[in-house]
T-cell receptor, first 113, second 109 residues
Framework: DAEITQSPRHKITETGRQVTLACHQTWNHNNMFWYRQDLGHGLRLIHYSYGVQDTNKGEVSDGYSVSRSNTEDLPLTLESAASSQTSVYFC????????????FGPGTRLTVL | GQQVMQIPQYQHVQEGEDFTTYCNSSTTLSNIQWYKQRPGGHPVFLIQLVKSGEVKKQKRLTFQFGEAKKNSSLHITATQTTDVGTYFCAGYNTDKLIFGTGTRLQVFP
């Protein structure tokens, strides 16, 4: 069955370190998204991609970067982790038409000490 | 920027009682989607509404899209413990899906 996976599921890191969160989907979806979820803020869009080599900034992109070298993967990199980036991160994907439903991965809980 | 607010933030109900969450956008939405997130889980798509004034039902869940396409509601009749979770609305403005702040529902048996 097609799916979307994230790794690691839990990560503890130190302030200043570079961290990369992986997202892999086998739906063959063109669109992929990264969100962070914090209490009181719902889901906030970090970066998104509508296809290979396409990346766009979302609402809270500062301190994060993404790259899309193939259809299946959209890794999220925290260049220099900060305590304010402690959060739960969700990756999602959807079919080409941007109005389609989004399928979410299981999430990565990141703690920055 | 565009904001999508939901009320209430939390709701505790006795099993069998009804529940409603309201979603309000600062701008007109192209469509609205609803997602459910169980505790410790990830958001799962429930439904999409596109037309002004549209009403859709899924068993005990009733979804409405406002006439002005700036608000929406989700009503659950006779809640069950399986309804526990956080319900998010999400609206498209141009090409981006903006999520509401969510309503966390707790159901006591």
């Amino acid at each position: 069955d097609a799916e979307i996976t994230q790794s690691p599921r839990h990560k503890i890191t130190e302030t200043g370190r570079q961290v990369t969160l992986a997202c892999h989907q086998t739906w063959n979806h063109n669109n992929m998204f990264w969100y962070r979820q914090d209490l009181g803020h719902g889901l906030r869009l970090i970066h998104y991609s509508y296809g290979v080599q396409d990346t766009n900034k979302g609402e809270v992109s500062d301190g994060y970067s993404v790259s899309r070298s193939n259809t299946e993967d959209l890794p999220l990199t925290l260049e220099s982790a900060a305590s304010s980036q402690t959060s739960v991160y969700f990756c999602a994907s959807s079919r080409r038409n941007s109005y389609n439903e989004q399928f979410f991965g299981p999430g990565t809980r990141l703690t920055v000490l | 920027g565009q904001q999508v607010m939901q009320i209430p933030q939390y709701q505790h109900v006795q099993e069998g009682e009804d529940f409603t969450t309201y979603c309000n956008s600062s701008t007109t939405l192209s469509n609205i989607q609803w997602y459910k997130q169980r505790p410790g889980g990830h958001p799962v798509f429930l439904i999409q509404l596109v037309k002004s004034g549209e009403v859709k039902k899924q068993k005990r869940l009733t979804f409405q899209f406002g006439e002005a396409k700036k608000n929406s509601s989700l009503h659950i009749t006779a809640t069950q413990t399986t309804d526990v979770g956080t319900y998010f609305c999400a609206g498209y403005n141009t090409d981006k899906l903006i999520f509401g702040t969510g309503t966390r529902l707790q159901v006591f048996p």
